[in-house]
């Protein structure tokens, strides 16, 4: 038999000191509010069985070594035709009965990766059509048009739902520590919203089985766990990896957390968004309550929808802060067109350049010289800023909510730069634009002293979490709000911009400013991006280094602008509008098709720009490019998005001779079209980098939710068989 590593502690072996690392999902228990039969195929011999199985399906012998025709009923004829799917990652539900009661249950199936088929048994619950409540709530989630919004009807909408004295959306920050956002509770119960939590009160172990397991149920905290016989599965001759076991019986300290609430019963549903675990719907209740199969999956379908929603609300704040980028982006260009300077563009509308990010001040570090909108530090402690960044590792943007505790030598700027954003416009020392939050003295309300989780008592076995959640008070000084994942990109994309047109303004002034030209001309050459700087005939002048990945050849000359096309994929087409730009002195933006050096094409955007000295005087012409292959890996992303879940999922295969399949199908046309809205909303953000991971995480939700509603015609289908 394997070993275990001391290092992780067995199922019910973990004490506070190490909880982190229990493998709860070797718990090798389960609630007694059903039973588990690990089968082996294709006999269906019962090679593990919970030690509550005879009673409980009436059997007078032990049942380890029967077949499972021998329970008689007729549930190994709904087992059979489910032996050759994958049952994986959602266990496939089935109506049965054994031996001679007739009583209903339903059975739920997967696989748990060791060669077996677990089959779980639970008594089936009164008959419900939910339908409706199905259809109210996808219409509940698709209407909401903000996260506060959504989270408050999902709150309301899951008590209605599944009847727990106490419903929470709670959400995680990006240290892990958990507030609960919203909440539906009865009168009775004392307020929990607005309530944090540790980060420690959810082991990362659990976290991991949230995201794979995405509905779990604890029926009565005061149960007596029922063990597996034997112990250790004979096929891989060790613990039964009970992940996506619904009656697996829970750690044991987290039951002691719970009974120290006061709670009786419990339903967790994960919100799952990009791939990562944003938060809980919890429900409590002061009693026990057990949940029947379709009410769990009905509460799942929903909270996949409304992790879809959170999705599309959070990818809109990122949407509207590219816009107002844009349009910062479009004035700038117009202000070097027109005055031959872009900063008064930038800083003549402060909120142009404060809203997107949400700062209160912001300064731009530039040739050494400074400007400034909002509330701000000195010029002097600008500089210091300046200088301290520069001493660090080159980042593409610097973030920190507590600039004091980062650097204790900027605590005397506190109460105005408790927050940073800053990122750098070019290569060059001292050239950044900051962005500032001012300090907010906050009193943060925790579920008990997170400070004190552990409570001792005189024997160490009487070790337990903590045992009051009366609110506790935290006075939180010297931090300012965090800066969200929206707030970040679009201070990026701004910077990205600022650096575009600074180099475009350089490359102006290396025209211009003829005296200046070898010390400008290296700012030009050393940009990440490719520039060309070409006289009023159209010959080049410079093109930098970032040029030379983009040419084929090493042996390629560049004399004029046009002489690019040879290297495009419709080099006539190009060279033709270059051409123009020349003769006509008109300005042309476009989409080029570059064969590189490497020989992978890549997409790029070409801006060519006359520069005039006075209307009848022309010095030049500027062509910047941009690579275009984030934009364009977003937009392929969203085509295939489209393809699968339009495809796959526009049309499932619901049988459509009932009522009840055109129901549900209805039903899967509201999940697409969340799903969709969703992907507009994604690939239309500004953080182009996480649209294909994003669309991942949406394609595999519809997936999901497309799964489980036809688990849940096909058990509707077989319960009125």
């Known amino acids: 038999m394997a070993s275990r590593a001391p290092s992780a502690p067995a199922f019910g072996e973990a004490d506070l000191s190490n909880c982190e690392r229990e493998q709860i999902h070797l718990a090798a228990s389960i609630q007694p509010c059903g039973v588990l039969l690990a089968l082996r195929e294709p006999e269906l011999s019962i090679i593990q069985a919970s030690a509550n199985a005879a009673d409980f399906l009436g059997r007078a012998e032990h049942l380890y070594g029967h077949c499972l025709a021998d329970l008689g009923g007729d549930v190994a004829e709904r087992v059979q035709p489910f032996l050759e799917q994958p049952l994986n990652p959602i266990p496939v539900a089935i109506r049965c009965r054994v031996g001679g009661s007739g009583e209903p249950l339903d059975g739920l199936l997967h696989r748990p990766g060791d060669g077996s088929l677990v089959l779980e048994l639970e008594r089936a619950g009164p008959s419900h059509d939910l339908t409706p409540e199905i259809e109210r709530g996808l219409q509940t989630v698709l209407n909401a048009t903000s996260l506060r919004e959504l989270c408050d009807k999902s709150a309301e909408m899951f008590k209605r739902l599944a009847g727990y004295d106490r419903v929470m959306v709670y959400r995680f920050d990006d240290q892990g520590h958990g507030e609960v956002y919203a909440e539906e509770r009865n009168e009775d119960l004392e307020?929990?919203?607005?309530?944090?939590?540790?980060?420690?009160?959810?082991?990362?172990?659990?976290?991991?089985?949230?995201?794979?397991?995405?509905?779990?149920?604890?029926?009565?905290?005061?149960y007596e766990a029922t063990p597996l016989q034997p112990r250790y599965s004979p096929l891989s001759e060790q613990d039964l990896d009970m992940s996506l076991c619904f009656l697996r019986s829970m750690s044991p300290i987290h039951i002691q957390y719970l009974k120290n609430m006061g709670v009786g019963a419990t339903l967790v549903a994960s919100l799952v968004v990009?791939?990562?675990?944003?938060?809980?719907?919890?429900?409590?209740?002061?009693?026990?309550?057990?949940?029947?199969?379709?009410?769990?999956?009905?509460?799942?379908?929903?909270?996949?929808?409304?992790?879809?929603?959170?999705?599309?609300?959070?990818?809109?704040?990122?949407?509207?802060?590219?816009?107002?980028?844009?349009?910062?982006?479009?004035?700038?260009?117009?202000?070097?067109?027109?005055?031959?300077?872009?900063?008064?563009?930038?800083?003549?509308n402060p909120q142009s350049l404060l809203k997107p990010v949400g700062a209160f001040g912001a300064a731009l570090l530039y040739e050494d010289e400074i400007r400034t909108v909002g509330d701000v530090p000195s010029t002097t402690e600008l500089r210091r800023l300046g200088q301290w960044l520069d001493s660090k590792p080159r980042q593409t943007m610097f973030a920190t909510s507590a600039l004091?505790?980062?650097?204790?030598?900027?605590?005397?700027?506190?109460?105005?730069?408790?927050?940073?954003?800053?990122?750098?416009?070019?290569?060059?020392?001292?050239?950044?634009?900051?962005?500032?939050?001012?300090?907010?003295?906050?009193?943060?309300?925790?579920?008990?002293?997170?400070?004190?989780?552990?409570?001792?008592?005189?024997?160490?076995?009487?070790?337990?979490?903590?045992?009051?959640?009366?609110?506790?008070?935290?006075?939180?000084?010297?931090?300012?709000?965090?800066?969200?994942?929206?707030?970040?990109?679009?201070?990026?994309?701004?910077?990205?911009?600022?650096?575009?047109?600074?180099?475009?303004?350089?490359?102006?002034?290396?025209?211009?400013?003829?005296?200046?030209?070898?010390?400008?001309?290296?700012?030009?050459?050393?940009?990440?991006?490719?520039?060309?700087?070409?006289?009023?005939?159209?010959?080049?002048?410079?093109?930098?280094?970032?040029?030379?990945?983009?040419?084929?050849?090493?042996?390629?000359?560049?004399?004029?602008?046009?002489?690019?096309?040879?290297?495009?994929?419709h080099p006539a087409e190009v060279r033709r509008m270059l051409q123009d730009v020349v003769r006509h002195r008109r300005a042309w933006n476009g989409?080029?098709?570059?064969?590189?050096?490497?020989?992978?094409?890549?997409?790029?955007?070409?801006?060519?720009?006359?520069?005039?000295?006075?209307?009848?005087?022309?010095?030049?012409?500027?062509?910047?490019?941009?690579?275009?292959?984030?934009?364009?890996?977003?937009?392929?992303?969203?085509?295939?998005f489209q393809q699968d879940v339009v495809g796959q999922n526009g049309l499932p295969g619901l049988p459509l001779e009932s009522e009840t399949g055109l129901t549900y199908r209805n039903l899967m046309s509201s999940v697409v079209g969340n799903a969709q809205l969703a992907a507009l909303e994604i690939t239309e953000g500004i953080d182009l980098t996480r649209v294909p991971e994003m669309l991942d995480s949406v394609r595999a939700s519809t997936d999901r939710t497309s799964e489980l509603l036809q688990h849940l015609v096909r058990h509707a289908q077989s319960a009125r068989d």
């Open 591 to 640: 989409e080029i098709l570059f064969h590189t050096r490497q020989g992978v094409d890549k997409p790029m955007m070409v801006r060519a720009d006359p520069v005039s000295a006075t209307p009848n005087r022309l010095l030049g012409y500027v062509v910047l490019l941009s690579d275009l292959s984030e934009q364009k890996a977003a937009e392929s992303a969203r085509r295939r």
């Open 274 to 348: 990009g791939g990562q675990l944003w938060g809980l719907i919890a429900c409590h209740h002061y009693a026990p309550r057990f949940l029947h199969y379709e009410m769990r999956a009905a509460c799942e379908l929903l909270a996949e929808a409304v992790a879809t929603r959170i999705a599309a609300l959070e990818s809109y704040v990122r949407a509207e802060a590219e816009l107002s980028t844009r349009r910062l982006e479009q004035r700038m260009i117009d202000a070097v067109t027109k005055h031959g300077d872009w900063r008064a563009a930038l800083l003549d």
């Open 191 to 222: 307020p929990y919203l607005g309530n944090h939590y540790p980060a420690s009160d959810i082991p990362q172990i659990a976290r991991q089985l949230y995201k794979r397991n995405r509905i779990r149920v604890l029926a009565d905290v005061n």
């Open 404 to 569: 004091a505790r980062d650097a204790p030598e900027f605590a005397d700027m506190t109460e105005v730069a408790s927050g940073l954003l800053a990122v750098p416009l070019s290569s060059t020392k001292g050239e950044y634009i900051f962005w500032f939050r001012p300090e907010r003295v906050q009193m943060v309300t925790w579920g008990g002293n997170p400070f004190k989780a552990v409570v001792v008592g005189d024997d160490p076995a009487d070790l337990s979490p903590r045992r009051s959640f009366a609110q506790w008070h935290q006075l939180v000084e010297g931090t300012a709000e965090d800066w969200s994942a929206a707030n970040n990109a679009a201070a990026r994309l701004i910077g990205e911009t600022v650096a575009d047109i600074l180099l475009q303004f350089r490359s102006v002034r290396t025209l211009i400013a003829q005296d200046q030209l070898q010390h400008v001309s290296l700012q030009v050459r050393e940009s990440e991006h490719p520039v060309l700087v070409a006289d009023a005939q159209g010959r080049i002048l410079i093109a930098n280094d970032a040029f030379d990945p983009l040419i084929p050849s090493s042996h390629a000359t560049l004399e004029r602008v046009e002489d690019i096309a040879q290297f495009c994929a």
